[in-house]
């Protein structure tokens, strides 16, 4: 099975590109977030996918689906697990951030979730229940993160939110919330001192 794809861009469409990795070209869809950071790249410019590979009886044939980093493709894995979305919906619904929409998951802010494209109320609160206290580490997602970073913050995180619930009282839920939310406004924080501070200067709750 298909799992990383490294070539030269022969065409990018709106929704799709076409990579040539040892003279077979690929096409391979990119959800809007993906395709965004493309916008820089021209024909003939080297690429790299971290690739989900999609194949079932209601879509015999085989759909490539691209990310850029591997957590990028785990959180889609995540994703997908929701009833009613499928990996073709879920591909077109990521036009926002990963990191916000993990964050919107957490904070269960159901407006921000039906920004998604093709996602309403019904669903949304349905995103909620079923992966609500899973996303922690995708509310960590940098722009320049990549394999090594991201258990890096995951860590850094899990400190501060220990401390928050077992030495200040808070609930799990709160202080999930409350980290993510730190970490979203300030994501310069590599300490888990300036993590405190943040989350103190946001919502004056310490």
Do not use: C, W
Not at 15 to 41: C, D, F, Q, S, W
Not at 112 to 119: A, C, E, N, T
Not at 158 to 187: C, H, W
């Amino acid at each position: 099975m298909i799992g990383y794809l490294e070539g030269k861009l022969l065409k990018k469409e709106s929704e799709r590109i076409l990579l040539l990795v040892n003279h077979t070209g690929y096409e391979i869809m990119l959800p809007p977030i993906v395709m965004e950071t493309l916008n820089a790249k021209s024909v003939g410019d080297e690429a790299s996918f971290y690739v989900y590979f999609h194949q079932s009886e209601r879509q015999p044939k085989p759909v490539l689906i691209g990310f850029n980093l591997e957590i990028e493709k785990e959180f889609f894995q995540n994703f997908i697990s929701v009833e009613d979305i499928g990996p073709m919906k879920a591909v077109k619904a990521m036009n926002i951030p990963i990191r916000d929409i993990a964050v919107a998951i957490e904070s269960k802010d159901f407006a921000r979730l039906m920004q998604l494209k093709g996602i309403g109320s019904r669903t949304a609160h349905k995103i909620v229940a079923t992966l609500e206290g899973k996303m922690d580490k995708y509310t960590l997602i940098r722009k320049t993160d990549n394999k090594q970073q991201a258990p890096a913050i995951k860590d850094l995180a899990q400190q501060v939110i220990e401390v928050l619930v077992t030495q200040l009282g808070y609930k799990p839920f709160d202080a999930r919330k409350l980290v993510a939310e730190a970490m979203y406004r300030n994501s310069s924080i590599s300490k888990p001192e300036e993590l405190f501070e943040e989350v103190y200067r946001g919502e004056n709750v310490l």
